[in-house]
Structures are given as structure tokens and as C-alpha cells.
């Protein structure tokens, strides 16, 4: 099977080039003006911006969480992706405490092997770092291509480890060759202050927010980072939503010790006024929670100034039935909100076409950087010869607006209803074939391969 790609905009992390794509099998053939070679597909792209396929290295599919599941499965969490033009997912194993990190990730690949529409990959949540698990490094990296260990620093008695399994684990996955990964924020004040308005019976959703004030991501983040530094580890923070935390980054920067970080396209568009409302604001509970306007333009500076490297989405949906489960206490609505189908037309919209990040930068954040962090570089997040054919093909003027009425996350509520959007997807491809088109998805549940990752960098 061959397509040939014409006339497109080709847009990288680095280049802006009028040119054809000929893509042959799974890959990228030839990239060259007026290519005249016979193909069986030919795709006129006039007009439209050729991107590679998003990336979104957060993704919550069918998580079992606070007593319930994220509701979109691999199949249906993965199909909506490629309708937003994100080609490859990271999920995130989560260990149970007391068990190995090899039964997790059998779960997990019962859960997605055979249903999985895109591609996808695997993060390992260490939420029980002992010896037994200290032997199981190694193998997660070098046989099952998972090169990235997640941590909790926050959800006490349930995720969260402690600063002794942090430094312990991030030594052994330093020699190993990974890299640690952070939710950062400080799971004993956040634990404190949760406890304290309910004693005060203030359970409305407001208290979700009031209850992770941004000391509480500032002090952590600033923590994982030193911890980081000390033992030389690799290290990303998730998530990151405040000026606090951002500038806990920045000061590693400053002492020369990288620490990658990620914000999601909610954080930079949305504020905590969502939560002022009753159990509407229920919607937008997740954590950490959404900030201010001035942390919004902290975070797009961020992105600006190289200091925020991704753009994910934390996409973890609960139907509104699910999240009733706190109607009575905040701290029983299931922490997450979905964006999987919207963080790529949100992010071009309210950043590109609003002139708040160029082109290249948005590919870099969109997908780019992510491959390069998380060792699928350059097989994933670019377009060039020998890459895999996952290529987003834009049309940088379709005006239309985001509805859960057709929407296809299995979610019946869309935390951006009723925005107005510029730019839209129009044709994607995975592995040379085309899975979308004009709205409509031409492949079945088993169409995504799990992607082996490489040890990972500290450097990109
Ligand atoms: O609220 C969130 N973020 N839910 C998903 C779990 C996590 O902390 O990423
Ligand atoms: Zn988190
Ligand atoms: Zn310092
Ligand atoms: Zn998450």
C-alpha cells in the first residue's frame, strides 16, 4: 500500500516546507516537491497544514480510581484520540501496593491488547518501592520497552509514596536507563486540608480547589526536583499547572539540571472560577486542580521560554452519573475531566491561530518533544524519511465547536462546551493508513500496536 501526500504545508518542530509526502507500508518513503511517483492513494492536501500525529504522553484509559473507572476504554479512548488527530497515547500502569509490577502490567495489557484503535504505550506507576520492586527495573526497561516510572507524591493511602521510595527509585531507574516522572504536590498538606473543610462541613467542589492551593505544587515540584538533581536522575514533572511550580523548574535550570515539564491544555484555557458554581464545577474537579488567570499566562510564557515541554491532556473522563459519587463531599468525585479528542484543535485555536505560540512550537509540544522525552524519537513526532506515516493533515480555517452531542469519548458531558474553534482535523494517518477522514473513522478496535520504548535522555 502506497499514498502520496500533495501539496501539503509540512510543518516540524524545525522546518515550514511546501512539499509532497510519498509514503510507502508502515513509513515515510520520500519527502521531495512535485514527487511524481504512481501511488494507490493520492491525497490532495492543498491548503491544509501536514502535521506528524499528536502525542499525548498522559492518558488515564479504563483506570480503576477513587472506587470506580475512567469511562473510556482502549478502544473507545484511543478512537477518540485519532478523531483529535493524536496518534499515539502513554498510559499509566498503576502497581497495586503489596504486588509486583509485572502482574500490573499484565492487567493492563488484558485491558488493551486487541482493542486499542491508535498506538499507545506504557508509563509504570511505582506506588510501592521495596526491594521485590527494585528487581523489576530492569526488566520493565530492557524487555518490555517501558522506560518511564511514574510516582504520587499526593493521594495519601492510596498512590502516594513516601521520599525514601522517591530517592530509592530514582537511583535505580537512573542506572537502568529510564526516567522518573512526578505528580507533584504535597500529599500530607493537601491530605490535612482536605480533612479540615470537611470538619468545617465545606464539601461544594470549591473546596477540591481550596484544598491544593499552589504552595502545595510548588513545594513538591521544587522537592523532586532537588531530589532529582541529587541522585542525577532523569526526571519530568506531570501536570504542572501554577507559577510556583513553574518556577520550582526554572530554578533547576538556573543550578544546570534539567527537569522536563509537562502542563495540559486545560491549565493553560481554563481557570478556578469553573469551581464558584455548585456541583456543576464537579466537571472541572481533578488534580491538581485548575489555577488563575495569571498562572495560565506563566504557563504559556513556560512553553514560550523552552521550560514546559508538552502539552498533555490528563484526559481521565467520568460520566456525570460517576461523578455524582461526591455530590456530598468533594473528596469523593472522581479526580479527571476528558480533552483526549480536543487537546490538538483547542491547543492550535486558543494558541496558534491567537498568535500565542508559532507553528513549530506547537508541533513541538504537541508531539514532538514528547517522542524525544520518551525515547520513540524519531520513529514517532516527526516527519521525515524512515519515520512511521503518522501524519495529521489540518485545515487551519474550519470554523466549528466543540459538543458533546458529537463528540466520541464515551463521556456525556464535554468540559469545553460550546467553544467556537479555528482549525480542524481533516485526514489522519497511522502507519500509512488512513484512519480518519473527513469525520468519519475507517478502522476497527485492534488497528493500535503498544510501542517499545527506548532508554530514555536527559537532554533534548
Ligand atoms: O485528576 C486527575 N489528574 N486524575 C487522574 C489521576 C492523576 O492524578 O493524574
Ligand atoms: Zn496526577
Ligand atoms: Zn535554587
Ligand atoms: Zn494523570
Redesign the pocket.
Known amino acids: 500500500m502506497s499514498v502520496l501526500i500533495k501539496n501539503g504545508r509540512i510543518i516540524t518542530a524545525s522546518a515550514d516546507t511546501l512539499a509532497d509526502i510519498f509514503i510507502e507500508g508502515e513509513t515515510i518513503k520520500t519527502i521531495g516537491k512535485n514527487l511524481h511517483v504512481a501511488a494507490d492513494e493520492v491525497i490532495d492536501a492543498e491548503g491544509m497544514l501536514v502535521f506528524p500525529g499528536g502525542i499525548d504522553p498522559?492518558v488515564?484509559l479504563e483506570m480503576p480510581?477513587m472506587g470506580t473507572f475512567s469511562s473510556d476504554t482502549y478502544e473507545t479512548g484511543t478512537r477518540a484520540a485519532l478523531y483529535g488527530g493524536t496518534t499515539t497515547v502513554i498510559d499509566f500502569i498503576l502497581q497495586t501496593q503489596g504486588r509486583s509490577l509485572k502482574d500490573a502490567l499484565t492487567e493492563w495489557q488484558s485491558r488493551a491488547t486487541g482493542n486499542a484503535v491508535g498506538d499507545y504505550s506504557f508509563h509504570m506507576a511505582v506506588t510501592d518501592f521495596n526491594e521485590d520492586t527494585k528487581k523489576e527495573i530492569k526488566q520493565m526497561v530492557e524487555e518490555e520497552g517501558i522506560t518511564s516510572f511514574k510516582t504520587?507524591m499526593a493521594?495519601k493511602g492510596a498512590l502516594m509514596v513516601d521520599d525514601r521510595q522517591m530517592v530509592g527509585l530514582m537511583q535505580e531507574v537512573k542506572k537502568q536507563g529510564g526516567m522518573v516522572t512526578a505528580?507533584a504536590t504535597n500529599g500530607d498538606m493537601i491530605d490535612y486540608l482536605v480533612a479540615k473543610h470537611k470538619s468545617e462541613g465545606k464539601l461544594s467542589p470549591l473546596y477540591h480547589y481550596l484544598s491544593q492551593p499552589e504552595v502545595t505544587e510548588a513545594e513538591a515540584s521544587g522537592r523532586f526536583a532537588h531530589m532529582a538533581a541529587y541522585t542525577g536522575c532523569p526526571a519530568y514533572i506531570?501536570?504542572l499547572t501554577c507559577e510556583g511550580a513553574l518556577n520550582a523548574v526554572r530554578d533547576a535550570g538556573k543550578h544546570n539540571y534539567q527537569v522536563f515539564a509537562e502542563t495540559c491544555i486545560q491549565y493553560l484555557l481554563l481557570d478556578a472560577s469553573l469551581y464558584e458554581q455548585d456541583f456543576e464545577g464537579a466537571k472541572w474537579v481533578?488534580?491538581p486542580p485548575l489555577r488563575e488567570l495569571k498562572d495560565q499566562r506563566a504557563l504559556w510564557a513556560g512553553i514560550n521560554q523552552g521550560l514546559l515541554q508538552v502539552v498533555a491532556t490528563?484526559h481521565?473522563p467520568f460520566m456525570w452519573e460517576q461523578k455524582k459519587m461526591g455530590e456530598k463531599d468533594f473528596s469523593k468525585i472522581p479526580?479527571?475531566h476528558p480533552a483526549i479528542e480536543n487537546r490538538i484543535e483547542l491547543l492550535y485555536s486558543e494558541g496558534v491561530a491567537k498568535g500565542k505560540i508559532s507553528l513549530n512550537k506547537f508541533v513541538e509540544v504537541s508531539s514532538t518533544n514528547a517522542a524525544k522525552i520518551f525515547g520513540m524519537f524519531p520513529r514517532k513526532g516527526t516527519i521525515a524519511v524512515g519515520s512511521d506515516a503518522d501524519i495529521l493533515i489540518f485545515d487551519p480555517n474550519a470554523k466549528h465547536t466543540l459538543s458533546a452531542k458529537h463528540h466520541h469519548m464515551n463521556v456525556d458531558y464535554s468540559a469545553y462546551e460550546g467553544w467556537e474553534l479555528t482549525g480542524k482535523v481533516k485526514t489522519v494517518l497511522l502507519r500509512g493508513k488512513v484512519v480518519i477522514d473527513n469525520n468519519h473513522c475507517l478502522v476497527e478496535k485492534g488497528n493500535g500496536t503498544f510501542i517499545k520504548r527506548n532508554k530514555v535522555s536527559n537532554i533534548i
Open positions: 498522559h488515564h480510581f504520587f493521594y505528580h506531570v501536570h481533578m488534580s490528563d481521565c479526580n479527571g
